[in-house]
């Protein structure tokens, strides 16, 4: 359990409105992830961070901003949703592989499903 | 663009068969991990492999890493009806880490 939670854990909304989803981590993990998650196109890379203040964009990072003010807390904020945005949300932090490999794990919080009516 | 393809995308199967499930990709990877995940909930890390030819077990299920490290499959030795779920490969890039997924397995064990 790395200690990942995302709230809320499901949102309507409507066409226009804002939207923020908050993914809070208790291990002070540095590197912290947004994914969508749609059928047919697996798991998308939204926006990443790599430090407090320090963010960079994934693959589908259109119409999605984020904000990392503290090492717990990334933010998503969908600034005027639409209905293709409606998805299931997930946050991630990757750590390094247990057993001395040089190399990094990531692991899941729980989702967030998000309808944009 | 490195991309992971697995396959089958659907598999349904007899409790009690044994199945392979495959991650191929035609770059080569610092190491490859494989999830589970059920609905409504966050894939959760099963494994990771680093090694080329590294093979590790989890109970009734065997992780392999190819070679060259290109690849990977999972095999289930008397698949469960708790075995279903959809099944997920990612790697991460040797030269800066970056994880990129497959599409997933579904796997669904009839009982």
């Known amino acids: 359990d790395a200690g990942i939670t995302q709230s809320p854990r499901h949102k309507v909304t409507e066409t226009g409105t804002p939207v923020t989803l908050r993914c809070h981590q208790t291990?002070?993990?540095?590197?912290m992830y947004w994914y969508r998650q749609d059928p047919g196109h697996g798991l998308r890379l939204i926006h990443y961070?790599?430090?407090?203040?320090?963010?960079d964009k994934g693959e589908v990072s259109d119409g999605y901003s984020v904000s990392r003010s503290k090492t717990e807390d990334f933010l998503l904020t969908l600034e005027s949703a639409t209905s293709s945005q409606t998805s299931v949300y997930f946050c991630?932090?990757?750590?390094?592989?247990?057993?001395?490999?040089?190399?990094?794990?990531?692991?899941f919080g729980p989702g967030t499903r998000l309808t944009v009516t | 663009t490195q991309l992971l393809e697995q396959s089958p995308q659907f598999l349904s199967i007899q409790e009690g068969e044994n199945l392979t499930v495959y991650c191929n990709s035609s770059?080569?990877?610092?190491?490859l991990q494989w999830y589970r995940q059920e609905p409504g909930e966050g894939p959760v890390l099963l494994v990771t492999v680093v090694t080329g030819g590294e093979v590790k077990k989890l109970k009734r299920l065997t992780f392999q890493f190819g070679d060259a490290r290109k690849d990977s499959s999972l095999h289930i030795t008397a698949a469960q009806p708790g075995d279903t779920g959809l099944y997920l490969c990612a790697g991460a890039h040797p030269r800066d880490d970056k994880i990129i997924f497959g599409k997933g397995t579904r796997l669904h064990i009839l009982p």
């Open positions: 991630a932090i990757s750590a390094p592989t247990s057993g001395g490999a040089s190399t990094y794990e990531q692991y």
């Open positions: 961070s790599y430090g407090v203040k320090d963010t």
């Open positions: 291990e002070n993990h540095r590197y």
């Open positions: 770059s080569v990877f610092s190491s």
